[in-house]
C-alpha cells in the first residue's frame, strides 16, 4: 500500500498569505493519479485538484497542485477567509486508494 | 444536480451489524463507480472499497475484508455498504463518493454528507 505524508501537520498563516502545503509518497505514485481534497468541520470532502495539477470545476485558480512521481504540491496562492480547513491528499492509482493524515491551515 | 443522499445516524452495540444506504440522483447511476470511506472521531479519512452499480463488481480494502459488502439497487439508484461485528473503534463518519469518469482511474468528484455510527454498549 502506498503511505502518504502531508506536510506540516498545521499551517499558521494570516488571509492574503500563500500556502504551500507538501505530500510525499512512499512509492511513485501512478500516472500521477493524486487528488487534493479540502474538508470543513461537520462537511464532507470537497475535491479541488485531481490528476496532480488540474483544478476540478468551480475551483478557484488560487489554487493550484503540482509535483510527479512521490512529491506532491497544493499551493493557495492568497489565502482567503473561507480557505482555512483541512486539506488531504489521496492516491486514486493503485488498491487500496489512501489518503494522507491531513495537514490543518489555521488563521494565525 | 449530482447528489449523494445518505441514510441517518445509527447507534449499535458491538457485534452488531449496520447498514447505510446512498441515494444517487442526478447522473446516470449504473455509470459511475460508489466509494466507500470513513473517518473516525479528529480523524482522518480512510477508504473502505468499491462497487461498480453497473455491474456489482466490489473491491474491498484488505483491512476491511469479511467483514463489509457493498451492494446496489438499481431500480432505486442506491447504495449500501453493510459492516458487520461492530467495535467500539469502528465509531465513524461514513461516507459514499461517485469516482468521476476522467481516466482509467477517477477521484471522487461527489460526495454524500456523512452518516455517523456509534458503536457503544
Known amino acids: 500500500e502506498i503511505v502518504l505524508t502531508q506536510s506540516p501537520d498545521t499551517l499558521s498563516l494570516s488571509p492574503g498569505e500563500r500556502a504551500t502545503l507538501s505530500c510525499g509518497a512512499s512509492?511513485?505514485?501512478?500516472?500521477?493519479?493524486l487528488a487534493w481534497y479540502q474538508q470543513k468541520p461537520g462537511q464532507a470532502p470537497r475535491l479541488l485538484i485531481y490528476?496532480?495539477?488540474s483544478r476540478a470545476t468551480g475551483i478557484p485558480d488560487r489554487f493550484s497542485g503540482s509535483g510527479s512521481g512521490t512529491d506532491f504540491t497544493l499551493t493557495i496562492s492568497r489565502l482567503e477567509p473561507e480557505d482555512f480547513a483541512v486539506y488531504y491528499c489521496?492516491?486514486?492509482?493503485?488498491?487500496?486508494?489512501?489518503f494522507g493524515q491531513g495537514t490543518k491551515v489555521e488563521i494565525k | 444536480q449530482v447528489q449523494l443522499v445518505q441514510s441517518g445516524a445509527e447507534v449499535k452495540k458491538p457485534g452488531a451489524s449496520v447498514k447505510v444506504s446512498c441515494k444517487a440522483s442526478?447522473?446516470?447511476?449504473?455509470?459511475?463507480?460508489m466509494h466507500w470511506a470513513r473517518q473516525a472521531p479528529g480523524q482522518g479519512l480512510e477508504w473502505m472499497g468499491w462497487?461498480?452499480?453497473?455491474?456489482?463488481?466490489?473491491n474491498y480494502a484488505q483491512k476491511f475484508q469479511g467483514r463489509v459488502t457493498m451492494t446496489r439497487d438499481t431500480s432505486i439508484t442506491t447504495a449500501y455498504m453493510e459492516l458487520t461485528r461492530l467495535r467500539s473503534d469502528d465509531t465513524a463518519v461514513y461516507y459514499c463518493?461517485?469516482?468521476?469518469?476522467?481516466?482509467?482511474?477517477?477521484?471522487?468528484?461527489?460526495w454524500g454528507h456523512g452518516t455517523l455510527v456509534t458503536v457503544s454498549s
Open positions: 463518493s461517485r469516482e468521476a469518469n476522467i481516466a482509467v482511474a477517477g477521484p471522487h468528484d461527489y
Open positions: 442526478g447522473y446516470t447511476f449504473t455509470g459511475y463507480y
Open positions: 462497487i461498480s452499480p453497473n455491474s456489482g463488481d466490489t
Open positions: 512509492q511513485s505514485v501512478s500516472s500521477s493519479y
Open positions: 490528476g496532480a495539477s
Open positions: 489521496q492516491q486514486y492509482g493503485s488498491s487500496p486508494r489512501t
